[in-house]
Structures are given as structure tokens and as C-alpha cells.
């Protein structure tokens, strides 16, 4: 996670996200879609997000990323 969100190596999202859906596929038999957290803070490539679309492709599932959105700062 450091190394992607810090230090922006994307390939990392495919190896965190890989181990992820391996994890979820046995909790979540019936996946429809993925729906990434709003980020804290703005970075220029968005970890979670980053995450949550690779997730997505490892289920085959959409990602929809405009399902929640943050309305305050925090």
C-alpha cells in the first residue's frame, strides 16, 4: 500500500487487489459491483480508487466510483 500511495507505483494495485478479490469472492458469492470509499484527500492517482477498479476487473464487475460522494471535508 506505501509504495502505491506514496510512492505512485500502479502495479501495486493489481497485487493488492488481486489478493483482495481472492478474499472476497468467499464473502461475497453474488458481487453485482464494486463501489470505492470517496478519497480523504486529494492525490493525483487516488489508491482506492486505483483498488476498487482492479477489484472489479478481478470479479468481473462494474466499478462504480460516483455512488458515494464526500460533501465536506474531513
Known sequence: MFQLK??????Q??????????????HFT??????????????A???VTAIARQIATEMRVPCLENVLVKTTHT
Not at 6 to 11: K, M, N
Not at 13 to 26: E, Y
Open 45 to 47: 492517482i487516488q489508491p
Open 13 to 26: 494495485a493489481a497485487v493488492l487487489a488481486t489478493q483482495m478479490a481472492a478474499s472476497l469472492r468467499h
Open 6 to 11: 506514496y510512492r505512485f507505483d500502479q502495479s
Open 30 to 43: 453474488s458481487t453485482s459491483f464494486v463501489v470505492p470509499m470517496p478519497p480523504s484527500r486529494q492525490r
